[in-house]
């Protein structure tokens, strides 16, 4: 089928039910069918149809009206506060052959976000896609291809250097492995990974323990992410500053600054579980038994804490989290100090590596926190301490990962914007609102740049206000830049594209206007449709 750009007027959702054909405008421009490279599937009450990336989008956009109306979406500006939108590409963007998935769905949706105000978007630049071929042979021809598309609808881009597996955690929709020729090396050698204390590995990430040894082919881990970024730097260095606004550096799963506590993949843990410590592969086990012996208590380095339960307790199931627990006893700080320290030391190493590869270039740097607000509301925070982050009700555990990235002029990317407090289970004693107040004021403190995502796909106005009142800076840190997750087919779809350009054009004009009118009477905000062609059985989503 073919994928058609129509130039004509907007029309109202009261006038969707009749529409012109392609004959009743003066100017069309058409594209030729593709087959796309794979498929998702539709059910019917008979069959599945293979209908997903046999759509083309159909636009009819009215270009010489378009930014005078977005203007006018929420009247006249007043000065406030501007924060860009950017939003997430799938994360089979680029397929494991290297080469772009969907091209032209995928340049057609990117024409839709840039007429929505959108700043530009976000992709994964995946290690297991990359080098995946053998030490050193990078294959970046996918996201070159994809860089310029962006390029060309006018857009910028934030990539992110993915170190990490894609599968097995919330959102995950397709799965790509680390390298080959790593898992190589993890199969002969499985301490290179994450463990927990029944010996359950974790191949989501390579274990920090080894951030420094040589066992990647003779190389440490921290040389391959140096020699990657450094290759990436080389093959897009005319794009560097320009088109390419921001590389985030993956530090750990899901490109985020923590342990793999809270494993979803084979039903591991669930929500709201405390999640479990993940420092028992030999490389963790021997820095903590080096840490106990020099303060000469080597009791402390035999593992991690015993009473600290398993995935799916409750803290006050357990002796070490709960309410007067032995978080809180000298032990307690001794193993929170060093499994945290860990932590910080490892984004250190990677961030003042990528420091060096990207001065000079004119993109920003930002790394990932997690937002982790289930268990916030009590006193030990385990499911914090868990991943990383030794906060607690006496302690600010994200002061200092918030000064480290300060330090290394990193901007700090947060989750979970878009959550209220009332929104979760009581049982999981949730604050979300309160989390991200603390990183808002700790970034602050820090001097450290913030910018923020959402944690679940939302598409509902209740979401969009709450993002628009964590980015302002009422209290703490309001946000520089906002990415959304994630672009897909519910993205586009009528109500739920109304709401994302009424989104965006708040947060460029300082939240003055959170939703479109239900009836677009003076035909000035973007509207988004689906027309039925029945003699082709699909539904293409036109902006209209």
Not at 150 to 175: A, R
Not at 290 to 307: E, F, K, M, T, Y
Request: glycine share 10%; net charge neutral.
């Amino acid at each position: 089928m073919a994928l058609t750009l129509h130039s004509t007027p907007f029309i109202s959702p009261k006038e969707t039910k009749s529409h012109k054909t392609s004959e009743d405008f003066s100017s069309v421009i058409s594209y030729t069918p593709f087959k796309p490279s794979c498929r998702l599937r539709a059910k019917s009450s008979t069959h599945e149809m293979q209908v997903l990336e046999d759509k083309a989008f159909s636009f009819s956009v009215r270009r010489n009206d378009m930014e005078e109306r977005l203007h006018k979406l929420s009247g006249s500006s007043k000065p406030g506060f501007h924060v860009p939108v950017f939003v997430m590409l799938p994360l089979d963007t680029v397929s494991m052959g290297g080469s772009l998935n969907r091209a032209r769905a995928l340049n057609a949706s990117l024409m839709a976000l840039k007429s929505a105000g959108v700043e530009g978007v976000m992709v994964d630049a995946w290690w297991g896609l990359v080098e995946k071929d053998g030490p050193l042979k990078y294959n970046w021809e996918g996201y070159a291809e994809l860089v310029q598309m962006v390029q060309k609808n006018g857009l910028k881009i934030q990539i992110v250097m993915s170190f990490h597996q894609c599968g097995g955690n919330v959102g995950d929709s397709c799965s790509i492995p680390l390298p080959p020729w790593v898992l190589e090396e993890i199969s002969q050698n499985p301490d290179l990974v994450y463990t927990d204390k029944s010996g359950r590995r974790n191949p989501e990430y390579v274990s920090l323990g080894c951030d420094s040894l040589p066992v990647l082919r003779g190389r440490t881990p921290i040389q391959v992410y140096s020699d990657y970024m450094t290759s990436f730097r080389e093959k897009f260095q005319d794009y560097l500053g320009g088109v390419i606004v921001e590389i985030q550096v993956g530090m750990g799963p899901c490109g985020e600054l923590r342990y793999p506590s809270y494993p979803e993949s084979n039903g591991t843990w669930r929500f709201p579980g405390i999640g479990e410590f993940q420092c028992y592969d030999k490389y963790m086990s021997a820095s903590l038994k080096a840490s106990a012996a020099a303060i000469g208590n080597d009791n402390w380095g035999v593992g991690g804490p015993h009473d600290a339960g398993h995935y799916n307790q409750f803290p006050e199931e357990t002796g070490f989290f709960r309410k007067d627990g032995t978080w809180n006893s000298e032990y307690g700080n001794f193993f929170m100090e060093w499994y945290s320290g860990k932590l910080l030391e490892h984004g250190d190493q990677i961030l003042a590596a990528a420091e060096g590869i990207f001065r000079g270039t004119g993109a920003k740097l930002s790394g990932k926190v997690a937002g982790i607000h289930w268990h916030y509301n009590t006193r030990s925070h385990p499911a914090e301490l868990t991943a990383g982050y030794y906060n607690t009700r006496h302690r600010d555990g994200y002061l200092p990962i918030a000064r480290m990235m300060g330090r290394r002029g990193v901007v700090l990317n947060f989750t979970c914007m878009e959550m209220r407090n009332e929104q979760q289970p009581e049982h999981a004693n949730c604050s979300p609102e309160g989390l991200v107040r603390q990183v808002k004021t700790a970034t602050k403190t820090a001097k450290t740049e913030l910018a923020g995502e959402n944690a679940l796909e939302r598409y509902d106005k209740g979401a969009y206000e709450q993002i628009l009142a964590t980015s302002r800076s009422d209290s703490g840190n309001g946000l520089s830049a906002f990415t959304f997750l994630r672009m897909n087919k519910r993205l586009f779809e009528g109500e739920n594209w109304r709401q994302f350009v009424a989104f965006v054009k708040s947060m460029s004009d300082g939240g003055r206007k959170t939703g479109l009118s239900e009836y677009d009477s003076g035909k000035s905000d973007l509207y988004v449709g689906s027309i039925s062609n029945r003699s082709q059985k699909t539904k293409d989503v036109a902006l209209v």
